[in-house]
């Protein structure tokens, strides 16, 4: 996989992810668009499409898109379930994962993305492993604050 | 699980989060960030020690605004410091803002690399698979340098948790895409590779990535991989639902790690060992045999964790193409999936399928679908599948359906969407030449593909048609006829009108018996157009015209008046001004005799590559043919066209007039028999002079005034080149055209042409006295570094030039990089019993490869700026010997190669002009700005390149600029 995007509706950019070494410059141009792209299609279109010389693999969960890059020998609907388990992860680890989550505990979001896939591959695949990883790091930790108002994505 | 446990409570960076979402405007949100920034900026440099608590608040903060979009550019030493605290979160965030603003300070990345080498041999696994992630993240030859020969021993240790070995494999495998030089498995392959035994699945799943991209580098000393992944496959591919656990993904056993092991298995070939071979074939049939079987879920995720290992199986099963029988069932199994309603598996079936067409075995077995696809391209709501759709019918297609696939695909056309018309015309147009059986249903295609998508035809594709007509005297009477037909329609495409304009002028004359299609009635039909038509359009109509002239003598008067009016002889263009003006001379001066020769029919093109490939293959997008199709067209490109040597890919550069810098399209060649082509003397120095006196650059005779060749030593061995020869060399640097040299025995015309990286040279070897010239032999060579960097081939010469007469040698022209010498050209023979030796420069420059760009001054001047390097930039003043004349100087600017640029330079004195230089290997932008300075009579010249190194010819060609544009 060359990169992960996750985004709003509203074409907000909520987490990015690189496996491929990118200048700041092309990211911001790449992520740009690629939103404006998938936004632009409709909702029973098919979830992936060609854009340069990569494949897209796209699936929306409530308010927000998740899209990945992958190469032309990369499985499509392997990457569309890898996309899945994400969202499992982060439903899973939130409780009812919603938008507002990922804004608020971003850095919990790319935490668990770092679990999950490593270096663009899937590095383990179990929900139960990757939650296990991330709760010995919340041991420690304090209550987390309740400033919004929920929309699931699950 | 409860809510509580969650999240580290920084209250700050929450708040400060809720502030941002409340920003009404970008302006608020902005202000609000700067706030922040000035605060956490005053804390750091701020005497009281922060506490780790406030550092990693703040650091949290700055990578939030960074993803935001903004740019951070303090607080790497305080995420840095975060590295080495013994806080799991602290700890955590530092690494966190460190792969997601990684800075090259060099002293930072020692302190970072430290830290992470100290966190590797804590044995604290939490910490150890932070670092590893965090060299996974940042990926650079720095830490490549530093952990690339110790994270193998960490990935193969008998004591590493499985936690770190899984995040260690792939760590390796990221520096091992960025360095591979620095990543050397050695001793530990045989180790890596039974990490593909593994008890834990995690382990398998993450070192199998490492393993496949290792294999795909070196595999021979990992093809030991093939027997583990096989019998690895195979238990998981037999094992129950349940049986694998949370490796279970709604009800499919391991699908990340079966679809990776089917992924490793294709980067070898089948395996050799009989029973390993006969596992596998069992474990795929297996796999289709699910296919068929009931699903488990009607969950989604179940069909695509299904259907992922479904498709990848196939893949193998295509990358083996040696089982019959499982090529088969793949191929219905993908008929099933053509017709299903999700449309991600109609998309993937019609993909997958495309590459079982080329397959022997199942190439019929995908033609059965055929009227699926036919139907998935006029009824599928998603453009991306209808292009997929369209990929398939080309790759299915073969002479058994091509009519039906052609037709079907121009009707396509009619309402497809414009993203991919392009593509479909090269398709069609590939797909009618390759299958053609009768050639009227070629010629009927192409002209149907013009009518119906004209503005996507390129000019590659009407160059083919007219290449085939020509080579096939069967099929030109039909064009004629149906060219002549499609004209009639009031509204027709330009490409129409070349495309007529073109085969009319060559065989109106197959027609012209029907009162219907008479030759003044050719001649109306394509001068009503005339008007509507670009410069380039117009230009080979005047050639048709001229055709005309020789064709039908009874056109003459009319067209003599066409070219006489001043629309054309006083046209502004000068192309056209020169060929109206040229063609009336001609018509009107030379012998019937004559007229027949210059303007007689096309030869042949030689066979070559279709053009039309060519460009399919450079355009590469979606879809793009494989490369045995293309060798498959390749020869049966061949049989179409009646087979003959393929000599080398000269391109369409045939058919385009490259003697001047429009590229306009004179298929007709004239002046290459123009000046010396015809065989008389007398006749030959006559049309040298009507041209000279017409031609805006008057071409001068390069007269040799030491009369024979006395200064040429009377030897065997090459002469060294004439002393003039860099003066007759700078005349031709911004023409083409011309005589050469010229000596009371001989006399050498040049005529040649260029597109891209490629050029034809036709030299006229002109014997002047009325005695034969014996032993006449020619050798073209490139001293020195000359051969790597330019490719010359021609065929010798015949031996006797009769007194009088006059023979002709083509060189094919090919440059392979930039270059700054010119090829030579030796003649030796025998006058009168003395051996002549006499050697000149072939007047082959770099600007020869020129291509012009247009571009706007907002473009030109953003790219001049960017190239500020002093290699980049090259400027020289030089004297004007005559006066500097604005036309003049603008037809040398032309000559030169580059396009000529209006309104872009403030200064309307200046001359702006732009190209591109055309290598084999690269491809050179070049500005150019020359600034007259009319009392001083001194001109300037600028030439920054938008190259990156040194390329170093180029202020050597605008110095031929100068001593020539002393000459006219």
Redesign the interface.
Known sequence: MQFMLLFSRQGK?RL?KW?V?LSDKER?KISRDLVQTILAR?P???????WRDLKIVYKRYASLYFCCAVED?D????T???I??YVELLD????SVCELDI??????A??IL?EFL????????????VLK?I????L?????????HQIHLL | ?P???????M?GL??F??DI?NCKSKEAEIKRINKELANIRSKFKGDKALDGYSKKKYV?KL??IF?L?HDIDFGHMEAVNLLSSN???EK??GY?FIS?LVNSNSELIRLINNAIKNDLSSRNP?FM?LA??CI??V??REMAEAFASEIPRILVAGDTMD?VK??AA??L??LY??SPDLVLMGEWTSRVVHLLNDQH??VV??AI?LITCLSQKNPDEFKTCVSLAVSRLSRIVSSASTDL???T?YFVP????S??LL?LL?CYPPPEDGAVKGRLVECLETILNKAQEPPKSKKV?HS??K??IL??AISLIIHYDSEPNLLVRACNQLGQFLQHRE??L???ALESMCTLASSEFSHEAVKTHIETVINALKTE??V??R?RAADLLYAMCDRSNAKQIVAEMLSYLETADYSIREEMVLKVAILAEKYAVDYSWYVDTILNLIRIAGDYVSEEVWYRVIQIVINRDDVQGYAAKTVFEALQAPACHENMVKVGGYILGEFGNLIAGDPRSSPLVQFNLLHSKFHLCSVPTRALLLSAYIKFINLFPETKATIQEVLRCDSQIRNSDVELQQRAVEYLKLSSIASTDVLATVLEEMPPFPERESSILAKLKKKKG?GAVSVTELEDSKREGGELNGGGDRGQDTATMAASNASTPSPSADLLGIRSTAPLGAAPASAGSLLVDVFSEAGPTAPSAAVNDDGFLSSAPPSEDPAPPLSEADDLLNKFVCKNNGVLFENQLLQIGIKSEYRQNLGRMYLFYGNKTSVQFASFTTTVSCPGELQSQLNVQTKPVEPLVEGGAQIQQVLNIECLTDFSDAPLLNIKFRYGGALQNLTLKLPVTINKFFQPTEMTSHDFFQRWKQLSQPQQEAQKIFKANNSMDTEVLKAKLLGLGTALLDNVDPNPENYVCAGVIQTKSQQVGCLLRLEPNAQAQVQHTDSPERVSHNYSSIPNFLHYLSPYSVNI
């Open positions: 950019l990015q496996y070494p911001k409709k029973k279109m098919c979830s992936f499409l060609e020998q499985n499509e609907l392997i569309l379930e890898i899945h388990r899973k680890y939130f409780g804004i608020f505990n971003f850095e919990k790319y935490f770092d490593l270096g663009g591959e899937a590095q383990e695949t179990s929900k139960k492993n990883a709760e010995q790091a919340d420690l930790q304090e209550v987390r604050i309740f400033l919004y | 699980m809510a509580v446990s969650k999240g580290d409570g209250r929450a708040v989060i809720s979402r949290c990578l939030f993803l979009g806080k799991y979160t955590q965030i966190l997601v939490t698979c590893l992630h996974a993240n990926g650079s936690s899984q995040s792939l760590c495998l990221r895409k960025t699945m995690g799943t993450a990535s656990q949370d490796y993904y391991a699908p990340w790690l679809c990776k992924r294709q995720q695509n964790a259907n992922a498709f990848e449309t991600n109609r998309y993937l709501r998603d991306s599948v292009q979606p």
